[in-house]
């Protein structure tokens, strides 16, 4: 398969008016450059939310006996 170069402007194809050469290869450009993004933003809500999450988790798990002793100090204060 001879692949053809042609002139700005002229299509480039194969020889008797078949599809371009790199006709996929845009398909898959263009398909990248114009991306449906609607989804986008929840999922980066849910990712910051997840994260959130996590780190709150962790934290009482390793800060958990000093909160609750502080808690404890404070509520026999009152």
Do not use: N, T
């Amino acid at each position: 398969m001879a692949v053809l170069i042609a002139s700005p402007g002229e299509p480039v194809g194969r020889k008797g008016g078949d599809q371009p050469v790199f006709r996929p290869i845009i398909d898959a450009v263009r398909a990248l450059i114009a991306r449906d993004d609607k989804g986008q933003g929840l999922a980066e809500y849910a990712l910051i939310l997840a994260l959130i999450a996590i780190v709150a988790i962790v934290s009482l798990i390793f800060l958990g006996s000093q909160i609750s002793s502080k808690l404890s100090i404070v509520g026999s204060a009152i």
